[in-house]
């Protein structure tokens, strides 16, 4: 079985917010500035809002990454602290990330960890100021993604700092406003639909439904991925989904990458292809699975809030200029 510590830090080697206020879209904040690409002489800052990662880890790759694009990236000593299984206590790490949205000299905020923790900084009072930012991360940081977005901020990306030189590169285009190329999975449902992306780990949204940072998804092309969960809780976690209403506007759905032991199925139950295909497939909107994103490689950056068009029979995500 997964040991809890291994899927705490499943997403961590590199993995990153808020304004409290209920289910605001970018639509409804057309006051917010457009965010400038990153370029050459951008600064970056590192936090790690969630689970504490090893005191000696060593981040000269990503900072080699980050200069070889002209950009400076900034890790506090904080990042490698540690309160319990946290990488300190809520308030400071509410506080870290506070103090990198604030700077204005900041242009970017990298999560550099994962497991658990960034919807307790959320809980603790985090929100970000009015000012549009770039942020980068997935699994545990899903929390602040979706809260920026619910907060109608621009410039959530889900994705990682890790993997392939290939990989890395789409989540540079991205930071620098330059097109990326389709994402191609398998459909299950036919269809084309239109609409912002919303990206995020299954279990980490699930655990948002009901508070104010889950932003709403009418008219949204919805993108899930997960780690460690057995078919039977995926298929717990979407009914929750379902019954909570935020699947019944989508203009699509698509699934990324699912993985778990392979003792959590006993001779009869459902196949993780079918547990998504019952749950998603008969909401009258295309469904595309097996997309490159989530645990595992390739995990292929997406920017939250952009329009996108998922084409059910093809099996593409493509992004809208």
Not at 92 to 108: G, I, K
Not at 148 to 158: E, R, T, V
């Amino acid at each position: 079985m997964i040991q809890r510590r291994s899927l705490l830090i499943s997403g961590a080697a590199t993995a990153l917010g808020a304004l409290i206020g209920g289910r605001a879209n970018a639509r409804a904040k057309a006051s917010i500035p457009n965010l400038p690409p990153l370029r050459k002489g951008s600064r970056l800052r590192a936090v790690n809002p969630g689970t504490w990662i090893e005191p000696d880890t060593t981040f000269d790759a990503l900072i080699d990454r980050c200069a070889t694009e002209g950009w400076t990236l900034e890790i506090p000593t904080s990042v490698t602290e540690q309160w319990r299984y946290f990488s300190g206590r809520d308030h400071e790490r509410a506080f870290e990330l506070s103090t990198a949205w604030a700077d204005p000299n900041v242009d970017a905020v990298i999560s550099l960890g994962g497991g658990w923790g960034s919807a307790r900084v959320l809980e603790a009072g985090f929100q970000f100021p009015r000012r549009p930012k770039w942020s980068l991360g997935f699994s545990d940081s899903s929390s602040l993604l979706l809260a920026q977005w619910s907060a109608g901020l621009p410039g959530a990306i889900h994705g990682s700092t890790s993997g392939p030189a290939e990989q890395w590169q789409r989540t540079v285009a991205l930071l620098k406003g330059l097109p990326v190329a389709p994402l191609d999975g398998r459909g299950l449902v036919q269809g084309i639909g239109e609409g912002p992306l919303v990206v995020t780990n299954l279990t980490v949204g699930t655990h948002l439904i009901g508070t104010p940072w889950m932003p709403s998804l009418d008219g949204a092309i919805v993108v899930f991925e997960d780690v460690g969960e057995a078919p039977y809780r995926v298929d717990r976690m979407l009914t929750q989904w379902r019954s909570a209403g935020l699947l019944d506007k989508l203009a699509g759905v698509a699934c990324g990458r699912f993985s778990w032991m392979e003792n959590d199925i006993l001779p009869g139950d459902f196949s993780m292809e079918e547990v998504l295909e019952n749950r998603l497939g008969g909401l009258g909107v295309p469904l595309v699975v097996n997309l490159p994103i989530g645990h595992g490689l390739p995990n292929q950056a997406l920017p939250l809030g952009q329009r996108a068009r998922l084409d059910g029979r093809r099996g593409r995500l493509s992004l809208l200029p």
